[in-house]
């Protein structure tokens, strides 16, 4: 430390005053998910509260063994959530590493390490090459700083950093820009050293304003929700005003209240699908847990079969689309342009000595992107790139400076007198480091507008000689020659060009939202694979009214210098348009953004706390292909989802028809709660778990997006499903008034209660395709339904068979030929199955 520096800083005692009074330097979630919190949520929603309220019902007519029976389901359902929603937070927990970082602090005249959530305002810190930045700041002191800032304004090219040259009071908003002596909470330095003062900390820091902003924005409800719940509520109402109107009659009849009440209870528990919540948790859960395994990290499970119907997704181009990282893409040398990719192994000699040059002018151990895509050509293509910097020896160097953006190296080689002069910077820098003329000057600008419309960040390199230890105070009163130039691309992640294919395939928009200048967004845009006919920029989006930016957006698919503020408008603009929108996103700037999607994707390596925070969903890689795996996986569980859905409609169908025509044809009931109760927790529950199993169909990802208001149950599933359940309700009863002319009561009821269940198993089948023919699905796979239908048997066979439970559900033993009668009779179901999906098939 320079000594000059030791009176500065805090006491100890005063630090610890400090942190007392503001707080630790952390971004706190004022919204953290605890388990108690999930739990809330989860009883709070209008499905779980009906469950409840059955189970309550339940027990106070005294029947106790369905009110536990309705108590431990909604406890399992419970469970699973708080296990999987619990799960992904502490995930998140594990990533939450950039808002506190480690700061070399001056504490009571010494240098010491302490937490970087112990940090205090006007603490004085340390800043070295790789350090992440604790807090909002001036500087004191400044040496070649150079930081990424990009988390705070999405700008891969780090800027450059000078010393304060007055006490600093406030900080400007927001960040970027070289030659400011301000550093910023999260951000990154690549290059140099420096001494600040801390001026903010935790929430009153840059990104902890941005982060404040998220709490205005209300959180997306997923529109699946949204149906689900108005249907459940509709088929509630319908359900209870049959029940009210069955206790009327059957009482009235009979004279026997509480038995009338009982078959009401029964019929309102058949005409309540309380499997649709069971659906829409189960499926998104077991989703998230297979998409964990895929490097996807699920932080609100309901935004899974949102994700599946995504119309329009936004990316930010900087560490999305590309790397963040840099390479050496072309090369200008001696007239002639370069394609490195097109190059063979062995360089001309004027690449060679352009390639050596750049590398001897920047660190021996570069942690700056450019500089490392120097030393990473080098390696590639120079035999003896190492000996650079370890046979020769650097004794002198000048530093970027405001004035002159070039920065030159200066080598000693073994005992001669001569000095070589390695120097990089701006092409207009170099160029006046080696006095050009006009001529020449022009000459170069062409190239560098050619090489800028490549998407190119552009170097140039000269060398110098120098004779004896006098070195000038200033590079400009060296001698230098120009080399040539270097042209540097932020590659695209692979698979990406795959990727935006494979969206727009399945008839999503890509949108490419970033900072960068419109012909660098346009050349990597169209390396992407999107259209660059139209690119819309900051400025002139900031003269649309929000009518207008509507209109343009429909036809833009690329957007250039845009600020935080524009993109969220942008993603407002397009969900007017009736878009469901997704977004990803890495830094405090995407975070508002995401925050107003309705599926916010957030990187996980390099990602944010308040980002992620923001997020619904995580991609732990980085990978911008898992994305479209995520979107696959979200329209496989939609499509199984509305598999399981129909079946459940389907399956009510007779199970009330059963509850309710007996009582109206003055039958002997046929079920009781309970009888219900065994229906609907075994064998529903347990089918949309076997649906859920069921692989991809093959045009899954041909098809055009959902639209948002479309229900999960249009009119031709609904009306394919009623058409099923009223089959098996026909044949079911059919078959329980035969067999009340040749068996007893309880045994009719056993007789009838053996087909309905074999006949919702086949239901099962029938409805795994919408295309394939139950023959043909005897022969596909699923372990899952092998199970249920094993474990379906074995209880069906106990409550018949074992007494202790045939007394409880009130049947009697079957002979042999009597059960396979009644299997027979539920199979004759599938009859009915394979003419609807003939005649469905053809509309």
Partial sequence: MNNSFSHLGLSSAEAIKRLKKDGPNTLTSKNKRTLFVIAVETLRESMFLLLLLASLIYLFIGELREGLSLFVFVNLIIVIKLYQEGKTERALEALRDLASPRALVIRDGHLMHISGSDVVQDDVILLN????????????????????????????????????????????????????PFVYSGTLVVAGQGIFQVKATGVNTEMGRIGIKLQSIETEISPLQKQTTYLVKILAVIGLLFCIVLILIDGTMHGNWLKSTLLGIALLMSMIPEEFPVVLTIFPALGAWRLSSKQVLTRRISAIETLGSTSALCVDKTGTITQNSMMVSELWVDNNLYNVKSLDNEFSESCRLLIEYAILASQAQPFDPMEKAFHQLGKQHLIDAERLHTSWKLVHGYALTPELPAMSHIWKIDNEDNHIIAAKGSPEAIMDLCHMNTEAKQQISLVLKNMAEHGLRILAVAKGIHSGYNFPKSQLDLTFTFIGLLGLSDPLREGIPQAVKECHEAGIRVIMITGDYPLTAQAIGAQAGLSSNEILTGDELKHLSDDELQSRIQSTNICARITPNQKYRIVKALKANNHIVAMTGDGVNDAPALKSAHVSIAMGSRGTDVAREASTLVLLDDNFASIVNAMRSGRRIFDNMQKSMAFILAVHVPIAGIALFPILFSFPPVFYPLHIALIELIIDPTCSIAFENEPAEKNLMKRPPRKINDPILNKKTIFSALLQGLGVLIITFT????????????????????????????????????????????????????????????????????????????????????????????????????????????I
């Fill in 129 to 180: 090459e790789g350090d992440r930045v604790p807090a909002d700041g001036s500087l004191i002191s400044a040496n070649n700083l150079q930081i990424d800032e990009s988390l705070l304004t999405g700008e891969s090219v780090p800027v450059n950093k000078v010393a304060s040259t007055a006490t600093m009071t406030t900080l400007p908003s927001p960040p970027g820009g070289d030659n400011l």
């Fill in 735 to 842: 078959i329980y008034v035969l067999s009340l002319k040749v068996m007893t009561d309880t045994q009719a009821r056993t007789f009838t209660f053996s087909s309905l269940v074999i006949s919702n198993l086949m239901l099962i089948y029938s409805n795994r395709s919408r295309t394939k023919s139950i023959f043909r699905l005897l022969t596909i796979p699923n372990k899952i339904l092998f199970l249920i239908i094993l474990t379906t048997f074995i209880i069906l066979l106990s409550t018949i068979y074992l007494p202790f439970f045939a007394h409880i559900f009130h049947f009697s033993p079957l002979t042999i030929n009597q059960l396979l009668l009644s299997f027979s009779g539920g199979i004759t179901c599938v009859l009915w199955f394979e003419v609807l999906k003939l005649i469905f098939g053809r």
